[in-house]
């Protein structure tokens, strides 16, 4: 069993740190009558949970208050943790850029792909209730080519360094295409750099519009039939293995295709908070001399 009370003591010193000059008391918001946990208290509980596989917090609050009750002596009730929890998403995906910047060496090339994630399986299509209180994030039937089958749920989009360092994501349905996160995201930090995809990141369009914009070079492999091809080298073949190696983290250790959410809110929390446990577990073992990114074992050492 993981050791819950030095993980999220060493979770909020990172939060503190990040977020230092940000909050007041360790609330983002002034709030007129003392909370037994701030938010910050609130993100590490739940980084915490993310970052010792534990899957649903009903399972973590059980862990707690069987094993580590004296050390938690001002847990608030989990509903208040859940509603607060989803509440600080954003906060929770800054804190992930953040530590982000702080390991960033500036490496000349970044690594987009996305991943399915489904919510529901196929044969409920017809009665679906889950994430549909609003229709402009509802899930959609989508294609994944890496598993050849369609799936309802969500796509999720991941732009990370070559050494696997997060910079950015968003989660849209399954059937938006790879292409618009690239077009709708802000690249303020990323002028000059080379954005490597998959077949799936074709488009003329968009790589005129990146290098003229903003600088930016985007690389793909070529298709079998393109008619002018242009060379993708092996070490860029390399690198892009580093993201799906973040995919197959994200899916063994941190259970992101096992969805426990009812609605659109919870789900991207979810996963703000699986981004946020990795790059908190990549700064742990960076602070040790550890690889950053042999993160299921970080705390067994």
């Known amino acids: 069993m993981h050791d819950l009370p030095a993980m999220y003591k060493k979770h909020l010193s990172y939060l503190i740190d990040v977020f230092d000059g940000v909050t007041v008391d360790g609330n983002f918001k002034k709030r007129p009558i003392n909370t037994k946990m701030n938010d910050l208290e609130v993100m590490a509980l739940a980084i915490t949970g993310e970052a010792a596989s534990i899957p649903s917090e009903n399972l973590l609050f059980a862990e707690i208050r069987k094993h580590f009750r004296q050390d938690f ?58 994430c549909m209180e609003d229709p402009g994030t509802a899930p959609r039937k989508g294609y994944s080519a890496v598993d050849r089958r369609y799936y309802i749920g969500y796509k999720l989009h991941l732009l990370m360094s070559t050494q696997g360092i997060f910079h950015d994501m968003a989660v849209t349905p399954a059937n938006v295409h790879d292409i618009r996160f690239l077009k709708e995201r802000q690249y303020d930090g990323s002028e000059d750099r080379e954005i490597i995809g998959d077949r799936g990141y074709i488009s003329r369009e968009l790589q005129a519009d990146l290098f003229t914009s903003y600088g930016i070079e985007l690389v793909t492999p070529p298709r079998r039939n393109q008619l002018v091809k242009r060379a993708f080298s092996p070490e860029r073949r390399r690198n892009r293995k580093f993201i799906e190696t973040r995919f197959s983290q994200l899916c063994s250790q941190f259970s992101i295709k096992i969805n426990l959410a009812k609605s659109f809110k919870g789900f991207l929390t979810r996963i703000s908070s699986k981004l946020a446990a990795v790059a908190m577990l990549q700064m742990f073992n960076r602070e040790n001399n550890r690889p950053i990114n042999r993160i299921r074992h970080a705390w067994n050492y």
């Open 73 to 130: 002596p001002m847990l608030i009730d989990r509903t208040r943790f859940n509603r607060r929890r989803r509440s600080l998403e954003p906060r929770l995906r800054e804190s992930a850029g953040l530590l982000g910047d702080r390991m960033d060496d500036g490496e000349s090339a970044l690594l987009v792909d996305s991943m399915p994630c489904p919510i529901i399986h196929n044969a409920r299509e017809q009665r679906m209730k889950v």
